[in-house]
Nanobody, 128 residues
Framework: QVQLVESGGGLVQAGGSLRLSCAAS????????MGWFRQAPGKEREFVAA????????NYADSVTGRFTISRDNAKNTVILEMNSLKPEVTAVYFCAADFNIQDPFRVGRNPNEYDYWGQGTQVTVSS
């Protein structure tokens, strides 16, 4: 069982920045690709960013490319999402997810169904 705990959400003005963190309670963190998703009220959960097991491969939604950066520290069982130049339309609950994968070290899934474990989410609100 993997437990994921997100932190770092909050209220920020448009143009500001936030740093989300996800802590994983698992001994084999480097066997999991990690992703960030978000869900706004009345909308489906959508992909934001993902990082491979070793951190060598990343993938971003087109809407965040160039403004968001995903990274991981396997020694600390942590994945980070740096968000810059924030816009009101990114207001949502942000979820961290883990994809158990020992076959493809470069896999970075964009589909929520590819992920096995989810955190509870952290609210990000961007005011205009």
């Amino acid at each position: 069982q993997v437990q994921l705990v997100e932190s770092g959400g909050g209220l920020v003005q448009a143009g500001g920045s936030l740093r989300l963190s996800c802590a994983a309670s698992v001994r084999t963190f480097n066997r999991y690709a990690m992703g960030w998703f978000r869900q706004a009220p009345g909308k489906e959960r959508e992909f934001v960013a993902a990082i491979s097991r070793s951190g060598t491969t990343t993938n971003y939604a087109d809407s965040v490319t160039g403004r968001f950066t995903i990274s991981r520290d396997n020694a600390k069982n942590t994945v980070i999402l740096e968000m810059n130049s924030l816009k009101p339309e990114v207001t949502a609950v942000y979820f961290c997810a883990a994809d158990f994968n020992i076959q493809d070290p470069f896999r970075v899934g964009r589909n929520p169904n590819e992920y096995d474990y989810w955190g509870q989410g952290t609210q990000v609100t961007v005011s205009s």
